[in-house]
């Protein structure tokens, strides 16, 4: 997820709801992976500025999935880590493949403390004190695991059955009002919403700061040459 991959789903977004269409689902052309989260070459060794425009378009994605008027639905159709994660917290319905692909976020793992509101969101999608040791930890559940603790609502044998699964919550809602899901759905999460919305400058200024600060750094650094020695090995 680098910048040009938010920018186009915050301009679905903004189709999806000029067109009045009943809803939107979210999954992957990749059999094996949904999405790696947020790109970590657009974290290391950032330039301020467009690392700013890229948390921003982030926090533009999460106000309008919360505030539509349309339904969404997510269908993890392999491994999710952080930023897709959160792109499937902030979803109405959430359906995974089973499989051995994992779900979760490890950005403590690569040295990233996670915004307040997206700890908000967490604690209100599984409890408080699975999110709390989850977000510490960088623990990845597996599909059922992440059924089990409430991430995902559930589970699919196949891409083409989770599809499916996402369409049949979205036909669910055809008796209520759009404006009555999105009112109702802020009330749910006023709590991660209400607080992005009045601190988003803040929120913006913490996370770049947080990205680019020397520790932060180094530790991406070490994880990126994880990664790349583990790719030179196979």
């Known amino acids: 997820m680098n910048l040009d991959v938010v920018t186009d789903i915050t301009n679905v977004l903004s189709k999806v709801d000029e067109n009045k269409w009943k809803g939107l689902i979210f999954t992957s052309a990749s059999s094996k992976i949904f999405s790696a989260g947020l790109d970590l070459g657009e974290l290391y060794k950032a ?9 921003h378009t982030m926090q533009e994605i999460a106000i309008k999935m919360l505030t539509c008027n349309f339904v969404t639905a997510v269908a993890i159709n392999g ?11 902030l ?11 994992t779900i979760g976020f490890n950005d403590t793992a ?9 700890v908000k969101l967490m604690s209100h999608t599984i409890p408080t004190r699975k999110a709390e040791s989850a977000i510490i930890r960088s623990t990845l559940f597996l599909p059922k695991e992440a059924l089990e603790v409430g991430m995902i609502d559930e589970l699919a044998s196949d891409k083409t059955d989770a599809i499916a699964k996402c369409k049949g919550f979205i036909r669910s809602m055809d008796h209520i009002a759009p404006k009555v899901i999105s ?9 991660p919403l209400s607080w992005l919305v009045e601190n988003r400058r803040a929120d913006c200024d913490e996370f ?3 990205i680019l600060s020397a ?6 650094e070490n994880y ?5 020695s583990k790719k030179s090995s196979k």
């Not at 690569?110 to 997206?118: F, H, K, N, T």
């Open 183 to 191: 009112k109702t759905r802020q009330l749910t999460k006023r709590d």
């Open 47 to 55: 330039d301020p500025n467009r690392l700013r425009l890229m948390w």
């Open 91 to 101: 979803s109405d319905h959430r359906v995974a493949v089973d499989g051995d692909h």
């Open 215 to 220: 520790d932060t750094q180094y530790i991406m």
């Open 79 to 89: 491994h999710s880590s952080a930023g897709s994660t959160l792109l499937s917290m």
């Open 110 to 118: 690569v040295g990233i403390v996670p915004p307040l509101w997206v």
């Open 224 to 228: 990126l040459n994880t990664l790349k």
């Open 208 to 210: 770049v700061s947080k």
